[in-house]
């Protein structure tokens, strides 16, 4: 074979394999083909009641209680302040506990049933907490309000209920209503405005007693 005839040969040689390299390029991997597939988020169905109503969702496993309550369901008294569980102006209720929504998966609460400010009373109808706040002023910006009533909502049944908290002398009897216990278990729920004298006079109320000094940390009952 001649010097030329090599050449051209392996020039054909290389244009086939180019043109072949060409063509199996052009065709879609499995590989790039799964991979949509694989990044779709893990979705989980749950039920659940809210305010009374069955709610069913499909939802991103990674979906939180308080994104689903705002996003999903459209009820968006709950507020979303830091989303870090440090400002509480996300607590609902679930079972009758509070909870900071933003910590909480949504897919966790599977039969759960949840209130949310929403829940406990209306504008012709409001809860005994909700119409406390009204008449002591007991918000200014108000975001942070709708946390802060179901927090003292919760409060209040904690103390009843017996549940120890941090300023107990003696955490073997039963909690009292005093200025200084509602304060303790509201310092999860911040106040940029400051309201705090104003919501602890509404708590006050609603327990049924009466705060001896108005910025104190004493209540007679």
Do not use: W
Request: negative net charge; hydrophobic residues 40%; aromatic residues 2%.
């Amino acid at each position: 074979m001649s010097e030329t005839a090599h050449f051209e040969v392996s020039r054909r040689a290389v244009l086939a394999g180019g043109a072949a390299s060409v063509g199996i390029s052009a065709i879609p991997s499995v590989a790039e083909g799964a991979a949509p597939m694989a990044q779709q988020p893990p979705s989980m169905a749950v039920t659940f009641k809210v305010n009374g109503k069955p709610q069913a969702l499909m939802l991103d496993t990674r979906t939180t209680l308080l994104d689903a309550l705002r996003d999903h369901i459209g009820l968006m008294g709950t507020k979303k302040g830091c989303d870090h569980g440090q400002c509480g102006a996300c607590t609902v209720l679930v079972g009758g506990t509070r909870i900071n929504s933003c910590l909480s998966l949504a897919v966790m609460h599977e039969g759960d049933e949840v209130t949310t400010i929403e829940g406990l009373g209306t504008p012709d109808g409001l809860h005994p907490m909700q119409a406390a706040f009204v008449k002591h002023d007991g918000f200014q910006c108000g975001y942070c309000t709708p946390g802060q009533i179901c927090s003292a909502v919760a409060v209040l049944d904690e103390i009843r209920a017996g549940v120890p908290s941090h300023v107990q002398a003696d955490v073997g009897s039963a909690p009292e209503i005093t200025a200084l216990e509602m304060r303790e278990r509201m310092s999860g729920n911040i106040c940029r405005c400051g309201a705090y004298s104003n919501i602890a006079e509404a708590m006050a109320e609603v327990a049924g007693v009466r705060i001896a000094e108005t910025h104190g940390a004493e209540v007679e009952a």
